[in-house]
């Protein structure tokens, strides 16, 4: 549930790098976003059974995820910053970031695979340990239909999450990107990999209601929620442009001038 946060990392950046302006129903969909996912994550881990050796591991799991979500959040940022400027197409774009991870990979694996270690992020005595990964396919053939199926789901999501960034923004996309816990949440449940517990629903219905708030789907009609939304911009931005045109090419626009400079 930690990975939730890339949603406020994303958010931030965009204002520093893209010069986005986040308004107060933005912040107030975040805000029910890191809620969500703090009670989700929570039940998780107060109902959950332990697991031996885990509890060792949950700080250096949690920074490492910390760190993940400032590079993912970097990762949406950048595409927003090119497809902006850029006419590029989405499964370009996707295609072109898996041919770089792959040439990155077939050199850093061998690599890694010689690197001996020690600890939780070691397998067998090595940082990386793919001839293990092969052996554990070999003997349960379902992982080797996991691994197909993750694949042909991710190339599916990241060209989703492209289009996202290109129609929308960085931001709404990570939004959208944080919802999917939901569906894991059911699809886990559903095939049995995880115990259904009642007490997490609270959250994801904050979860979904956090984020169509920001994606303005959801507009709350009080406390200035809805005064900069993007409808509502658009409607004060007409409405000068109209009064605009009307002070230029009006016969009485000459009058209508001094009348309102004596008013001020």
């Not at 406020?8 to 790098?17: L, P, Q, W």
């Not at 986005?20 to 998780?44: D, M, N």
């Not at 295609?95 to 991870?101: L, S, Y």
């Not at 992982?143 to 960034?165: D, H, K, L, Q, R």
Request: net charge neutral; proline share 3%.
């Amino acid at each position: 549930m930690m990975r939730g946060f890339v949603t406020v990392i994303t958010a931030i950046m965009s204002i520093v790098f893209l010069k986005k302006k986040q308004h107060r129903h933005h912040w107030a969909g975040l805000g029910f976003i890191v809620l969500a996912l703090f009670e989700v994550g929570y039940v998780a881990i107060a109902l959950g059974e332990p697991e031996e050796g885990l509890v060792g591991s949950i700080a250096l799991g949690i920074g490492l995820l910390l760190i993940a979500q400032v590079f993912a959040g970097a990762l949406f940022i950048v595409e927003e910053y090119f497809i902006g400027d850029y006419y590029l197409d989405p499964l370009k774009v996707v295609a072109t970031e898996g041919m770089w991870g792959t040439l990155y990979f077939l050199i850093a694996l061998p690599i890694m695979q010689s690197v001996k270690c020690s600890g939780p992020l070691c397998n067998f005595e090595y940082f990386e340990n793919s001839s293990y990964a092969f052996a554990q396919m070999s003997d349960n053939g379902s992982i080797i239909a996991y691994t197909f199926g993750i694949m042909v789901s991710i190339a599916f999501f990241n060209v989703c999450g492209v289009t996202t960034t290109k129609l929308a923004s960085a931001a709404q996309r990570s939004t959208v990107d944080t919802s999917r816990t939901v569906l894991i949440w059911i699809g886990s449940v559903a095939l049995g990999f995880e115990q259904f517990q009642w007490q997490a629903i609270p959250g994801f219905i904050i979860l979904v209601f956090g984020t169509l708030l920001y994606n303005e789907i959801v507009i709350l009609p009080f406390w200035g929620f809805d005064q900069n939304t993007k409808v509502a911009i658009e409607a004060r931005e007409g409405a000068k442009k109209r009064d605009a045109a009307y002070m230029t090419t009006s016969p009485g626009a000459a009058y209508s001038s001094q009348r309102n400079q004596r008013l001020l």
